[in-house]
């Protein structure tokens, strides 16, 4: 079983940055794939990113390429979302998930686990 726990969310205004991370345990990270995700009020949970286990391929939504960056740290398996030039269309419970294929997907459906999520608002 693997638990996954993000940290890093809250409010900040437009322009600014934030960084989330997800610190994983019960398996070690470099055998799983990690992704971040975002679900806004009334919409559709949403890829944003993802990373092999070798922390060599990145896959990034449209929405966020150049001003997200995805990392992981095997060694504390950890995962980050450094997010930068961060605009109200941001705002969202942002979440991470784990899959245990061995390729970088982006439907939130081939995730196996789950964190609890973290609350991102970027006010205007």
């Known amino acids: 079983q693997v638990q996954l726990v993000e940290s890093g969310g809250g409010l900040v205004q437009a322009g600014g940055s934030l960084r989330l991370s997800c610190a994983t345990s019960g398996r070690t990270s470099s055998t799983l794939i990690m992704g971040w995700f975002r679900q806004a009020p009334g919409k559709e949970r949403e890829f944003v990113a993802a990373?092999?286990?070798?922390?060599?391929?990145?896959r990034y939504a449209d929405s966020v390429k150049g001003r997200f960056t995805i990392s992981r740290d095997n060694a504390e398996n950890i995962v980050y979302l450094q997010m930068n030039s961060l605009n109200p269309e941001d705002t969202a419970v942002y979440y991470c998930?784990?899959?245990?294929?061995?390729?970088?997907?982006?439907?939130?459906?081939?995730?196996?686990?789950w964190g609890q999520g973290t609350q991102v608002t970027v006010s205007s």
């Open positions: 998930a784990a899959d245990t294929m061995t390729w970088v997907r982006t439907a939130a459906s081939a995730y196996d686990y």
């Open positions: 990373i092999d286990r070798g922390n060599i391929n990145t």
